[in-house]
């Protein structure tokens, strides 16, 4: 009940009175906003870094979906549970910059239509194999599944992906998770009814990439649409059963992420 | 041989100086001293009263020239018949003991005058017999004596081998002194290089022979400096390491004529050189201090060998090589990491020491507040209450790292405890920065303010925004041979590294340290020069590092950085096991030294705390000291009483090798801990170091007693010289002194400058 009450003023703030003046940010905007003025950009102890990656086809780049709506959001909840040194504003990077690597915690999602390019392999694997975290979110049955897998074995083909269990230390690392639950996007939560993307029914999934330590690089979210969550949560009619689990997952793997 | 000050004053004055030190003065006048002074002045009166009436002929300042000459050499005529001498004891022929104590050392060997200083002893006192001898023996009865780490009574030079361990000249005087108690003493001579390498007080030694009035004259064999000759004077080394670490030991070399020379000194264990590198020598008369590093892989008591490569021309090769004992314990070592909110600087630092088996971090973490973490607990029940709140919780712990927690989260009475930590429990305390550390943590003024190495600056405080800098770190002259900053086998490529690695950011600018703290690291970049970035002090019992970074983790992330580089790792691994080295356990146990000689007593003690690191005085201390042919000797440990908390035993190092001391102590039948130490016995080879002849210490002994200091040139005087004496059977002789080549001397000059001058002015 708390994250709730607490993600629904977050929300609040968020809709009615913007952040030092800027405009709210609708889900049809997917401009990469420099920082605001006023914020310093550097310092921080924990950016919300969104990947920036190649996609193809008509959603070619679907890794501004949410952006950056969700991330801000989701920001206001990360800043007001726990007590990280959050940047405040999205913050994307590509997966070919070097200054990815000074930001250990990265987020990508609908990595079902994802291209890597030679460079962006090259940067995501050094990233990943230096200590960055990578958590992927939004993506849906077996097509999509297929291409991320075929990119992400392009990245770390020596390491399978693996189902991570329920009493995983992920899964209490802040809050006490005992069960997945499937977020669906905005439009099915609000219609209610069925909460899958796929052609049939399907399971939420948790899986994840470990190093040669057994230490967690990749936390794959399938099935499940955890940044929807995060982005509408501001919103009475959208049901509180998946921004409370999107919100205790999402900061369960930051602050797993940070000490992990 | 004389010198030739003694010979010409024995000339003029007719005896040598010993005659005038030892004599008193006294005037023998035949005649009535009152009637001798009446002609004296009946004699001045005369002359002066001849000048005064000479009228204008002479100047006042002729006149009173002359009339001084004539008085002068009135006054000098008077003082013969006044019959002046001296009055000085000198021993009875043959009714006196000499003890004569003979250097039998093995420095004694050393050649460094063309011949061994032995020859020298052999010569004078061999069979055929010498000079010295002779003179010595017509006067006295003499003792001989032989000595190194012992003092044992001998016939002659035949029974001496040169081969003693140890030179202990205060034992030897004791010793002769009480040997020689109940006969006429007219005196000791000690024939040495003086080389003393014992740690026995001389002063007291002197103070008795002083006081019985028997004097110590003391002969240098042996050159004050030698010509061409490497020493490593002195090794620096910790005594106790963990497995695996890297350690750095100071090794102090001197020399005679190798100034500006390159030298190769290696290190080695089990004959395993596991370092190697050039020194170059500084000038002559200045230590050359160079420090070493190496790695500790093997467990166990381990002897590394220090060794400096012989030099073509040495004079002693022995004193090139040390043996330094170190005891390297396999054990997994518990530091308690309380961060104050989640930072990646968690994960990586738990990343960078995963895999030292040594290093246990215990991670308490705030992430929100009264929200906490644990990672890596030993059981359930440790730090469920939060951070400790007790010495004992906290005390269990050997290292401590404060991350970005406000001194406002502690209490007083945990801030006072964390100080304590450190400066009683003698645990490591490592300081990182963060929003909410050191001045920007609200930590000046408090317990741990005082303990931190680095000065808080008071202008910034709980304002953190005002500050952001990234920095570039760089080595400093410290740090190039610190063992915490070795991030390469040499320093020179440790200090290439650190220049390459990327900047960090920091939040806490820190410029100064405390005296006594030293700086390894300083940064600079925007707005920020030489700022401290890596400081570390010693703080009562433990070490306090302070190291104002946030994000050290971008060594291990950053682009530049390849993947299998280890610089991350290394670093922390490095500071974390320094940190810790040498942080005591409940019970210690401890003997002087790690080296000692075969038959030495040395002395165990041992330290002994309770939980909360208070001192125990009731507790029940065995020794059990395992020699090293297997055979286990148990000690009864006492209190010493002078100090809370020490117990004390002794054993004498019979065999030759490694002897292992376990200690166990008991309280009320619980056990409060054990302890081990090490000692290795065996041969001393102190006698290679600090072989040169010591005059000043010779002659101290000497001057301190009433004796005399001579040398193999000027011993030839020394037969004559001890007759006069004031202890043993003596008599006084009269020494004339009217007679004396001086006197016909002076009187010559007067009345020929007298005569001189008067003719000069037409007098005569």
Same mark, same amino acid.
């Given at each position: 009940m708390a994250i709730f009450c607490a993600a629904s003023l977050g929300a609040v703030v968020w809709s009615s009175a913007p952040a030092r003046g800027v405009e709210p940010v609708q889900r049809s905007s997917v401009r990469v906003t420099p920082?605001?003025?006023? @914020?310093?950009?550097?310092?921080?102890?924990f950016y919300f870094t969104r990947a920036i990656y190649s996609g193809y086809g008509r959603?070619?780049?679907?890794?501004?979906?949410?952006?950056?709506k969700a991330d801000v959001q989701f920001l206001i909840g990360v800043r007001r549970y726990t007590n990280i040194d959050a940047y405040e504003y999205e913050h994307p990077l590509r997966l070919?910059? +070097?200054?990815?690597?000074?930001?250990?915690f990265l987020y990508a999602l609908e990595v079902g239509r994802m291209a890597l390019t030679a460079a962006e392999i090259e940067g995501l694997r050094g990233y990943l194999l230096a200590g960055g975290f990578l958590v992927i979110d939004d993506f849906w049955d077996m097509g999509e599944w297929q291409n991320f897998e075929y990119e992400i074995g392009q990245v770390l083909p020596e390491y399978p992906i693996v189902d991570i269990p329920l009493d995983h230390p992920l899964l209490s690392a802040f809050y006490e998770i005992d069960e997945l639950v499937q977020v669906p996007n905005v439009g099915l939560a609000s219609r209610g009814?069925?909460?899958?993307?796929?052609?049939s029914p399907c399971q939420p999934a948790l899986r994840g990439i470990f190093d040669d /330590?057994?230490?967690?690089m990749v936390v794959i979210n399938w099935n499940t649409d955890l940044g929807d969550a995060w982005e509408w949560v501001?919103?009475?009619?959208?049901p509180f059963t998946y921004s409370s689990f999107a919100y205790k997952l999402g900061i369960n793997m930051i602050i797993y992420g940070m000490s992990h | 041989m004389r010198s030739l000050v003694e010979t010409v004053f024995e000339f003029l004055f007719?005896?040598?100086?010993v005659v005038f030190e030892n004599g008193q003065f006294v005037l023998s006048a035949p005649w009535p001293v009152l009637l001798l002074v009446a002609i004296g002045l009946v004699l001045v009166a005369a002359p002066l009263l001849s000048y005064l009436r000479l009228? $204008?002929?002479?100047?006042t300042a002729d006149k009173a020239l002359l009339a001084v000459l004539r008085v002068s050499l009135l006054a000098v005529l008077v003082f013969c018949l006044l019959r002046p001498m001296l009055i000085v004891a000198t021993v009875v022929p043959q009714e006196n003991y000499l003890g004569i104590l003979l250097d039998d050392s093995r420095?004694?060997?050393?050649?460094?005058?063309?011949?061994?200083? @032995?020859d020298f002893i052999r010569e004078q006192?061999?069979?055929?017999?010498?000079d010295l001898l002779a003179g010595l023996a017509d006067r006295f009865k003499l003792r001989f004596f032989r000595f190194s780490e012992s003092l044992q009574r001998v016939s002659?030079?035949?029974?001496?081998?040169?081969?003693?361990?140890?030179?202990?000249l205060s034992h030897a005087l004791d010793g002769a002194r009480s040997e020689l108690s109940t006969v006429p003493l007219a005196g000791l001579v000690v024939f040495t290089d003086g080389a003393d390498n014992s740690e026995d007080r001389l002063t007291e030694s002197l103070m008795q022979l002083r006081s019985r009035g028997v004097p110590v004259h003391t002969v240098g064999i042996g050159?004050?400096?030698?010509e061409n000759d490497i020493e490593i004077a002195r090794v620096e080394a910790p005594r106790v390491v963990l497995e695996g670490s890297a350690v750095a030991v100071d090794v102090m070399l001197t020399h005679t004529g190798f100034a500006g020379q390159t030298v190769q000194l290696n290190v080695e264990d089990d004959g395993r050189i596991v370092s190697a590198q050039e020194v170059e020598l500084q000038g002559e008369g200045e230590v050359t201090t160079v420090r070493a590093h190496f790695e500790v892989t093997e467990t166990g008591p381990r002897i590394f060998r220090f060794r400096i490569l012989p030099e073509p021309?040495?004079?002693?090769?022995?004193?090139?090589v040390r043996d330094v004992l170190v005891q390297v314990r396999d054990r997994r070592e518990k530091i308690l990491y309380f961060e104050g909110e989640p930072r990646f600087e968690v994960k990586f630092l738990r990343r960078a020491i995963?895999?030292?088996?040594n290093l246990h971090v215990v991670v308490l973490q705030r992430?929100?507040?009264?929200k906490f973490r644990r990672d890596d607990?030993? /059981? +359930?029940?440790?730090?469920a209450g939060g951070f400790p709140t007790t010495r004992e919780e906290l005390f269990q712990y050997r290292g401590l790292i404060l991350g970005s927690?406000?001194?406002?989260?502690?209490t007083h009475g945990q801030l006072e405890m964390i100080a304590e930590f450190v400066g009683q429990r003698g645990g490591g305390l490592l300081v990182l920065g963060g929003h909410n550390a050191l001045a920007q943590g609200g930590?000046?003024?408090?317990?741990?303010d005082n303990v931190l190495p680095v000065v808080l600056?008071?202008?910034?405080?709980?304002?953190? @925004?005002t500050f952001f800098s990234e920095v570039s770190v760089e080595l400093t002259p410290f740090g190039r041979s610190h063992p915490v900053t070795?991030?390469?086998?040499?320093p020179e490529e440790s200090a290439e590294r650190w220049a390459e690695l990327p900047a960090l950011s920091t939040v806490n600018p820190v410029f100064e340290v405390k005296p006594g703290a030293s700086t390894l690291l300083t940064g600079h970049g925007d707005g920020i020069?030489?700022?401290?970035m890596l400081a570390a002090q010693r703080f009562g019992r433990g070490r306090v590092v302070a190291f104002?970074?946030?994000?050290?983790w971008i060594w291990q992330m /950053?682009?530049?950085? +390849?993947?299998?580089?280890?610089t991350h790792e290394i670093f922390w691994r490095q500071l974390l096991r320094w940190l810790i080295n040498s942080v005591p356990d409940q019970v210690t146990a401890a003997v002087p030294k790690d080296r000692a000689g075969i038959g030495e007593r040395l002395t165990i003690t041992t330290e002994v705390v309770d939980s909360a690191y208070l001192e125990v005085n009731d507790a029940q201390a065995t020794a059990y000291v395992t020699t090293p042919s297997g055979l286990e000797q148990e000690l009864d440990m006492e209190?010493?009483?002078?100090?809370?908390?020490e117990y004390e035993a002794s054993f004498v190092a019979g065999e030759n090798g490694l002897y292992e001391i376990r200690v166990e102590v008991n309280r009320d039948g619980e056990s409060l801990g054990t302890a081990a130490s090490y000692v290795d016995a065996a041969? +001393?080879?102190?006698?290679?170091?600090?072989?040169?002849?010591?005059s000043t210490l010779l002659q101290r002994v000497a001057e301190e007693t009433g004796g005399r200091f001579y040398t193999p040139q000027t011993v030839g005087s020394l037969p004559e010289d001890v007759?006069?004496?004031? @202890? $043993?059977s003596t008599v006084y002789e009269e020494k004339d002194l009217?007679?004396?080549p001086i006197v016909f001397f002076l009187l010559v000059g007067l009345i020929a400058t007298e005569w001189g001058y008067r003719r000069a002015k037409g007098l005569i």
């Open positions: 920082p605001y003025e006023g @914020s310093d950009v550097r310092g921080r102890e959603r070619s780049s679907s890794w501004r979906i949410d952006f950056p070919d910059d +070097p200054e990815l690597r000074r930001y250990p009814g069925r909460t899958w993307e796929c052609y /330590h057994d230490r967690l501001e919103q009475p009619w959208y | 007719k005896y040598r100086p009228g $204008g002929k002479l100047s420095s004694m060997q050393v050649a460094d005058d063309g011949r061994a200083r @032995s006192f061999g069979p055929e017999g010498s002659g030079s035949g029974e001496l081998t040169f081969a003693g361990s140890q030179t202990r050159r004050e400096r030698f021309g040495e004079l002693i090769a022995e004193n090139n995963a895999e030292d088996e992430t929100a507040d009264n607990v030993e /059981h +359930p029940d440790e730090l927690v406000e001194a406002s989260f502690f930590y000046a003024g408090t317990p741990i600056e008071p202008r910034l405080t709980n304002d953190s @925004s070795q991030l390469a086998p040499t020069e030489k700022a401290v104002p970074v946030q994000d050290s /950053h682009a530049d950085i +390849p993947l299998d580089d280890m209190w010493t009483v002078e100090r809370d908390g041969e +001393p080879v102190e006698e290679y170091f600090g072989s040169q002849m010591r007759r006069y004496t004031q @202890s $043993g009217w007679d004396m």
